[in-house]
């Protein structure tokens, strides 16, 4: 299994921008379909955006659509996640997921053996 960590989360105010990292470990990243899923308090994981193994294609939940932009970079390892427009809304421990030539149901996170330890996002007003 490929092993992940996340940076990049922290404070930040409604209606601003923040952007969390991923990177794997192991030499075959570009095989793995990754995710973005989220925890808020008192709520189940859920699963935000993913991008596929194969052809990058991408896919998000409805709230954030037009807001979060997931990417990836194949020669760093790295999956990213782009919030803008954060809201309250958003604050939750965000994990990156990875399953090796995953296709189809991104949003079941029983489908993905790896996971990284979560990075808190915190909206204020």
């Known amino acids: 299994q490929v092993q992940l960590v996340e940076s990049g989360g922290g404070l930040v105010q409604t209606g601003g921008s923040l952007r969390v990292s991923c990177v794997a470990s192991g030499r075959t990243f570009s095989s793995y379909t990754m995710t973005w899923f989220r925890q808020a308090p008192g709520k189940e994981r859920e699963f935000v955006a993913g991008i596929t193994w194969s052809g990058g294609d991408t896919s998000y939940i409805d709230p954030v659509k037009g807001r979060f932009t997931i990417s990836r970079d194949n020669a760093k390892k790295t999956v990213y996640l782009q919030m803008n427009s954060l809201q309250a809304e958003d604050t939750a421990v965000y994990y990156c997921?990875?399953?090796?030539?995953?296709?189809?149901?991104?949003?079941?996170?029983?489908?993905?053996?790896?996971w990284g330890q979560g990075t808190q996002v915190t909206v204020s007003s």
């Open positions: 997921a990875a399953a090796l030539y995953l296709s189809g149901d991104l949003r079941n996170p029983k489908r993905f053996p790896s």
